[in-house]
């Protein structure tokens, strides 16, 4: 097998991988009610479709020839711009009071300290060996 039909089949796995990935996304954006599990879908599983349908454009770039890496640099772009667009959509969403805002954490001041519980103070009788 040349290097070029190697290419070909890898570019082919990546759209297909890219389409399964996008097609995920769309049907989250769907089927999901409100607006921040409808935004979680399209971020996350979309993001990585774009991006693979993007590494399959450059893979059949560079086999016929004519090498481009603006699809690195949309890659990047996307890949930056993405998450951080999602929490700041979420973070109006939550400032307007358009979705249910989390419950508080129940207060724990044992978690990340040198804390520990009352019943975790005494220490188990322990045989001698």
């Known amino acids: 097998m040349t290097g070029e039909i190697i290419a070909t089949y890898a570019s082919a796995i990546f759209l297909l991988i890219g389409s399964f990935f ?3 996304g769309v049907i989250g954006l769907l089927k999901f009610n409100d607006p921040m599990t409808r935004l979680h879908a399209p971020t996350k599983v979309g993001t990585m479709g774009i991006g693979m349908l993007l590494l399959a454009s ?3 770039s ?3 020839g004519e090498g481009s890496l603006h699809e690195l640099l949309i890659m ?3 890949f930056v711009t993405a998450p951080i667009s999602a929490n700041f959509i979420a973070k109006v969403g939550i400032h307007k ?3 249910e805002t989390p419950p508080p ?3 724990d001041d044992t978690w990340s300290t040198l804390n520990t519980p009352p019943e975790d103070r005494t220490k188990p009788d322990t045989p001698d060996i």
């Open 62 to 64: 560079f086999t016929q």
């Open 22 to 24: 996008v097609f995920v």
């Open 76 to 78: 990047a772009f996307l």
């Open 105 to 107: 954490p129940p207060r």
């Open 97 to 99: 009071r358009a979705c």
């Open 58 to 60: 450059m893979v059949e």
